[in-house]
């Protein structure tokens, strides 16, 4: 995960969200990609994300669930569901 980091954000970006993935959120971000995106999974994970490291890691694993999960490879009708992991998100805090 942390070439596909690498490979998609420029250096700075890359830098920053490398400090807020590390074996804890990719745990997380595997268990809410292996439970097909459910909504309890993502809210709960979401959480103990947000618990760990506030927003800054929310938004982090956000990103990094975004645009360097498979999901981000698949066709647009497919890599549109990583997008509702910010709505699901949304108000966590």
């Excluded at 942390?2 to 997380?28: K, P, V, W």
Aim: charged fraction near 20%; charge should be negative.
């Amino acid at each position: 995960m942390c070439a596909r980091i690498d490979e998609r954000f420029e250096f700075t970006q890359a830098m920053a969200l490398s400090a807020e993935y590390g074996q804890f959120n990719h745990n997380a971000l595997k268990k809410i990609y292996e439970t097909f995106m459910d909504e309890v999974v993502c809210k709960k994970v979401g959480a103990d994300i947000c618990a760990r490291g506030g927003l800054q890691a929310l938004t982090a694993n956000c990103d990094i669930f975004t645009h360097c999960t498979p999901l981000a490879d698949a066709p647009p009708v497919v890599a549109h569901q990583a997008t509702v992991l910010e709505y699901y998100w949304d108000g966590i805090m």
